[in-house]
């Protein structure tokens, strides 16, 4: 059910407040403009969460990627979580993970034609991808996990709520795990619960709709994971996931926020699953693959690991590994599909990417329709219009 997995520490609550303190008063700065939110000439797209841990950033992100990728020159921009570099660094083919962070490193090697770039400072970032001969062809910036980056302010603000870590059920920091008061939700022109169960009724979607209580400018969607095949990280070929046998042993491997959505998928495959759970973005060390050896070693045939696209990319350069894991690992590849609503998502992005790029296919396509002695002066990308709907 929603919000299954949110576990309180009651104890905390009182910390819990003295962090909602400094939140709020940070929150109203910017509402006061003592703290600037800046505004671009181009669009900006954030996906973000006001949780903390995963809530299917990335596969939202790829989603918009493969969405306007055939139409515009788009640009990711991560803060690039965890890596070892320091300051604006533009992905290039040698770039490694360590200089981007694993989720800048997955996109940019999905997608590389993308331009994937990190930095702390997002305005500075903006500046650089746009300013800079390389990437002055920018279209579009997708910025991920930029939520409660205010300094940016988006055309697009897009809210991602984990369905089973509903914020309207969790606490502030370090009680629950909110990073700012539910009612930072306002500040999303659409929202979309995400990792929803394929078996979703009316009545869940109505009780959902009724308990997030949005605003009537405010768009809200519904997600759930989707599956693409098993892809071997060294040797082999790929396999679909029924071809998993009944009684086959997996051996889940990963480094990520919560893997219980994909545990509780793969048991429509198989009920023998070990999970093998490290923490999120964890960096693999000598004794993870000793332990990786030897917990495959001691599982019975048939078997199986299973890892993400995330810990596919930290796994892949570790020496150590054992052959018979070599031969039998395989990463999971994760999309999202719209439960409802899809085409109405896609047309309100695509609008706001035509209405508000200079240089792209879209825009192109607008001003072909625009009366030829029309006024074409633009004055900075605008920010969607749902909120005057």
Known sequence: MEGDFIKINEWMLPLSWLYGLGVRLRN??????????????????SVGNI???????????????????????????????????????????DTGMSDIGDEPFQMKTKFPDVYVAVDKNRCHGIDMLTGNEETKD???????????????????????????RLIIYD?????????????????????????????????????????????PYQLLYFTTLEYDNLRPMFCGGERPLKSIKKNE???????????????????????????????????????????????FAAMPSPKIIITTEKDNARLFGMEGLSDEVRHNI????????????????????????????????????????????GDNTRHGAGTISFRNN
């Open 28 to 45: 109203q700065m910017f509402e006061l403009g003592i703290l600037k939110s800046r505004s671009f000439d181009l669009p900006v797209i």
């Open 51 to 93: 949780t903390v841990g995963g809530s299917g950033k990335t596969p939202h992100v790829e989603y918009l990627i493969r969405l306007l990728k055939d139409h515009v020159k788009v640009a990711v921009l991560s803060r690039g979580y965890k890596r070892k570099s320091r300051g604006y660094v533009l992905a290039g083919k």
């Open 138 to 164: 920018t279209d579009v910036v997708l910025l991920d996990d930029a939520f409660q980056h205010r300094y940016v302010k988006p055309g697009v603000n897009i809210l991602l709520v984990d369905y089973h």
């Open 171 to 215: 606490k502030l920091l370090p009680a629950g795990r909110l990073r700012e008061p539910q009612n930072g939700k306002s500040r999303a022109d659409i929202v979309i619960i995400t990792k929803c169960p394929k078996d979703l009724k009316p009545m869940d979607y109505r009780v959902i709709i009724k308990a997030m209580n949005l605003y």
């Open 249 to 295: 042993n997996i051996l889940l491997l990963t480094g990520i926020a919560s893997p219980k959505q994909m545990i509780y998928d793969l048991k429509e495959y198989s009920q023998n699953i070990t999970p093998m759970t490290f923490p999120d973005h964890h960096q693999f060390k000598q004794k993870d693959i000793e332990r990786i050896n030897e917990a």
């Open 330 to 373: 395989y990463m999971l590849p994760v999309k999202i599909k719209f439960m409802s609503g899809q085409e109405e998502f896609n047309n309100k992005i695509i609008g706001y990417v035509q209405k508000n790029s200079k240089n792209s296919i879209l825009a192109k396509a607008k001003d072909d329709n625009k009366p030829k002695n």
